[in-house]
C-alpha cells in the first residue's frame, strides 16, 4: 500500500519557467511533509519542509503548497534552472513516529 | 557540525555471500538512525530504523537485518545476498525528540551478481 504517491514519473521544463511537481497522500494521520532533491549516485538532499497547520512555504525559488483536503502536496520551482535537474521525492510522517514515508519520486529535467 | 559517513561506495557481490554496510553519525548523541532502500524504478523504501543502542524497527520482512552496537553506528547485513537485495542504499539520521527531517548519507550501489 503506497501511502505516498508521486504520479508524474518525469517532468520537463524549459530553463526560467516554472516546475511544478505534485505528491498525494492516503493517511489523514499525516502532518509534516518534507521535500528532498537527489541527484544520481549521491544522497538526497533537503529541500523545504511544511506542517499540517501551515497551507504554504516559501524558500526562495522554492514553495509548497499544501492541500489538507484533497490531501494533496505540490512544489513549485520559479524560475526552473538546468541544476534543478534531479530527482524529486516528497516524504511524509506523522507526530508519534519516527520515520517518513517517501514517493516513488518524479525525475525532473530542466531544458537550457 | 554534524555529519554521516557511509561505506563503502560500491559493492559487487555474489549470490549468497554475506553483507556489512555501516553508517556513523558524527557531532551528535542519541541521533534516530535509519536505512533506506532505493531499488530501479522504485522510491525509497525504509528497511529499519533505530531510535536507541540496540533498538532495531523492522518495516520490511527481507534478508537483511540490522543492528545498532554503538549510539551513532548503525549496521546493515545479510548473512547470504539474494540477486533482489541489488539496489542504492542509504543511511539518514535526524535528531531525536521530535517530527525533523533525515540528513542522508551519500549511499551504497550494491550489485548482487
Known amino acids: 500500500d503506497q501511502q505516498v504517491k508521486q504520479n508524474s514519473p518525469s517532468l520537463s521544463v524549459q530553463e526560467g519557467r516554472i516546475s511544478i511537481l505534485n505528491c498525494d497522500y492516503t493517511n489523514s494521520m499525516f502532518d509534516y511533509f518534507l521535500w528532498y532533491k537527489k541527484y544520481p549516485a549521491e544522497g538526497p538532499t533537503f529541500l523545504i519542509s511544511i506542517s499540517s497547520i501551515k497551507d504554504k512555504n516559501e524558500d526562495g525559488r522554492f514553495t509548497v503548497f499544501l492541500n489538507k483536503s484533497a490531501k494533496h502536496l505540490s512544489l513549485h520551482i520559479v524560475p526552473s534552472q538546468p541544476g534543478d535537474s534531479a530527482v524529486y521525492f516528497c516524504?511524509?510522517?506523522?507526530?508519534?513516529?519516527?520515520?517518513?514515508?517517501f514517493g516513488t519520486g518524479t525525475r525532473l529535467k530542466v531544458l537550457a | 557540525s554534524q555529519t554521516i559517513h557511509q561505506w563503502p561506495a560500491t559493492l559487487v557481490q555474489p549470490v549468497g555471500s554475506p553483507l556489512s554496510l555501516e553508517c556513523t553519525v558524527e557531532?551528535?548523541?542519541?541521533?534516530?538512525l535509519y536505512w533506506y532502500r532505493q531499488a530501479a524504478g522504485r522510491g525509497l523504501q525504509l528497511l529499519f530504523y533505530?531510535?536507541?543502542?540496540?533498538?532495531i524497527s523492522s518495516e520490511v520482512p527481507q534478508n537483511l537485518s540490522a543492528s545498532r552496537p554503538q549510539d551513532r553506528q548503525f549496521i546493515l547485513s545479510s548473512k547470504k545476498l539474494l540477486l533482489s537485495d541489488s539496489g542504492f542504499y542509504l543511511c539518514?539520521?535526524?535528531?531525536?525528540?521530535?517530527?525533523?527531517?533525515?540528513?542522508f548519507g551519500s549511499g551504497t550501489r550494491l550489485t548482487v551478481v
Open positions: 539518514a539520521w535526524s535528531p531525536s525528540g521530535g517530527l525533523f527531517g533525515y540528513t
Open positions: 557531532g551528535t548523541s542519541n541521533p534516530n
Open positions: 533505530s531510535v536507541g543502542i540496540g533498538q
Open positions: 516524504a511524509a510522517s506523522h507526530s508519534g513516529t519516527y520515520k517518513y514515508i
